[in-house]
């Protein structure tokens, strides 16, 4: 519009062109609710417009006098629910409807100067516009209105009530919150245009903070009386447009018009600040849900949901879990006075109904003063958890958007705590099983000495395949057993546990530790699931001297390492085939001698293989280690090799660790 008044040279009609189209405009989008044309013709005496929709149908129930058959008489009064229309009537030189069947539209024409005033009948208007939605379509009703007075001159109501308009609207420019100009000075125009010693926009949105002076003009308006218009707002939100004293001719239509522009503008600052109250807890709750899922522990998790929510949603928090026995018990408070706490026990003790209440109806309850608050069922995967509290100051309570915000809070809470609660009973599970795969204490044996270590890996939610054992055989030698199943989970604890237990049995029947290796071999490659385990078997026994006798086989295990007593440290042994991989295997058997105070250290990957960065700290670190420790107990042995090897990395362990020190304690 302001394109081709620009270049037709018709800038003296371009706020009623504006003004006019933006109505018709709107009419068409509220009541056809559908696309719509707009067409805009120039010429050098003035601008013609149209704007068509594509619904049939009657656009106005007001009658006009037929100017087609020369009746002179005056129109009658616009009978329309809106103001598009009158101001067409008002403003316009020409206007008129247009009907087709499948479409309607309304033309005006607006003149560069006042033409000369024909007698009506006499003078056709202009032609109707030339472009419709069904080109070739005549239209089955055309109804003109004959020639309209000239536009008003600049300074009068309406041109007055059009230039704020466009100021307001048109341009696109509503009002912004803290900053009431655009409104002030809409007022101040309607003012001039009624007469009107003052004017005001009340303001009620329905927070418990009651009505507030949004923007005035002129005189302050009477709590009571005066003209008063409501604003067409949603609930919560109530208005009115006040005027003071306007003169005895003032146009109702313009008044209800500046009503309605009021409340656009009013309506799109609450959009806007409610879009932006929604983007921001969208924020805020996604930060919640990042900061409950970072941790598993029950106990933190419970601490730190109050410390979320206060002071951003309440004043105080209190979180309250099933006790099991269909209570409540108070888990977790926070409040942002710390001295108010003590008296928030007592009150929170007295709205236990409450706080039951809530939970059994899994819904929001209020909470009587003096706590003022509310509470909300915390569930998770179809189970009542408990209760989150809320509480507010007393003088501003939650709205709607933050109660919701509170509820949603305590969905993720719950989910939260259930997860917490999931894990720690996986991990209470994980380990049950995996110390029952290995032995509770080590023997107590004449002359030899045990220490062993064992660190799970992870979060110790999975139990492990490694494993170690020393158990008496029938010739009364003692064998160690240190083995290493491959992956981890319930899978791998069953092989582990058929392992143990397989060799447990075949040595105490008294086999030989070739053929009880060869037969957990072919157990494996039966029913391992293809898992396959490395295993090492040391026979040790009693000599005189003091010496031990060591027989070693190694099934695709680390080779341990000899400690002497003087500080020397090798890896010792030869190695054979891994269980579980091939069908026969390789068993070569490799022995030495312990003297008094010389100790063999085994040990399982997650010792080699424990990672910094690029850098494994494989057996030459271990070795140089463990030549410190010559002289130590087989306890502090395996501690400190422990010790050594976790600090090796800040990271967790990736795999399990086992470590197992056999010291020959002869004569200490």
Sequence with gaps: MR???????????????????????????????????????????????????????????????????????????????????????????????????????????????????????????????????????????????????????????????????????????????????????????????????????????????????????????????GVRVPLRLIRPWRGELVLVGPSAAYVPALVDLTAERVALTLENERLRGTDSERRTWLTYLAEVGELLAQSLDADLTLALIPRLVVPRLGRWCAVHVADGKGGLRLAALAHANES??????????????????????????????????????????GQQLGVLSVGYDGHRRLGSEELAVVEDVARRAALAIDNARIHAERRAVAAALQHSLLPPTLPTVDGMDFGAEYVPAGEGVDVGGDFYDVMALPDGAWLVVVGDVSGKGVHAATVTGLVRDATRVLVRDGRPLP????????????????????????????????????????????????????????QVGECGTALGLLSQVSTPVFRLTLGPGDTLIFYTDGVTERRCGADLYGVE???????????????????????ATLNFSTEAPRDDIAILALRNDAGT
């Design 3 to 225: 394109a081709v008044v620009v270049e037709s040279g018709l800038s003296e009609v371009l706020d009623e062109a504006l003004l006019l189209t933006t109505e018709l405009a709107t009419n068409a989008v509220v009541h056809a609710r559908t696309e719509l044309d707009v067409e805009i013709v120039s010429d050098a005496d003035g601008l013609t417009v149209t704007v068509m929709d594509f619904r049939s149908g009657p656009i106005t129930h007001s009658r006009r006098a037929d100017v087609a058959n020369g009746s002179a008489g005056p129109p009658e009064r616009l009978d329309d629910g809106g103001r598009g229309l009158l101001l067409v009537d008002k403003l316009a030189t020409y206007w008129g409807s247009l009907h087709y069947p499948h479409g309607k539209g309304v033309w005006f024409r607006l003149e560069r100067k006042p033409a000369a005033q024909p007698l009506r009948g006499t003078q056709p208007p202009p032609s109707p516009p030339r472009h419709h939605p069904h080109d070739g379509v005549r239209p089955t009703n055309l109804t003109m209105i004959a020639e309209r007075p000239p536009a008003p001159a600049r300074g009068d109501a309406a041109t007055v009530t059009a230039e704020v308009l466009d100021l307001l609207v048109l341009r696109g420019r509503p009002a912004e919150s803290g900053n009431l100009a655009d409104l002030e000075q809409l007022l101040a125009g309607m003012s001039q245009a009624v007469d009107s010693a003052g004017a005001a926009i009340i303001l009620d949105q329905g927070d418990g903070g009651g009505t507030r002076t949004v923007a005035e003009y002129g005189e302050p308006v009477p709590s009571v009386g």
């Design 340 to 381: 108010a706490i003590p008296l928030l026990h007592e009150l929170l003790a007295e709205a236990l109904p409450q706080l039951n209440e809530a939970r059994e109806l899994d819904a929001v309850v209020p909470l009587p003063a003096p706590t003022d608050g509310y509470a909300v069922s915390m569930s998770a995967r």
């Design 515 to 570: 053929e009880t290796l060869s037969r957990l071999n072919e157990t494996l490659v039966e029913r391992g699931a293809g898992r396959f385990c490395t295993l090492v078997l040391a026979a040790v026994s009693r000599r005189s001297g003091g010496r031990l006798d060591v027989s070693l086989y190694l099934a695709g295990h680390d080779k341990p390492v000899l400690l002497t007593a003087d500080g020397g440290a090798s």
């Design 621 to 643: 670190r271990l070795r140089r280690e463990a030549s410190t420790l010559a002289g130590f107990p087989a306890s502090v042995v395996a501690a400190r090799l422990r010790a």
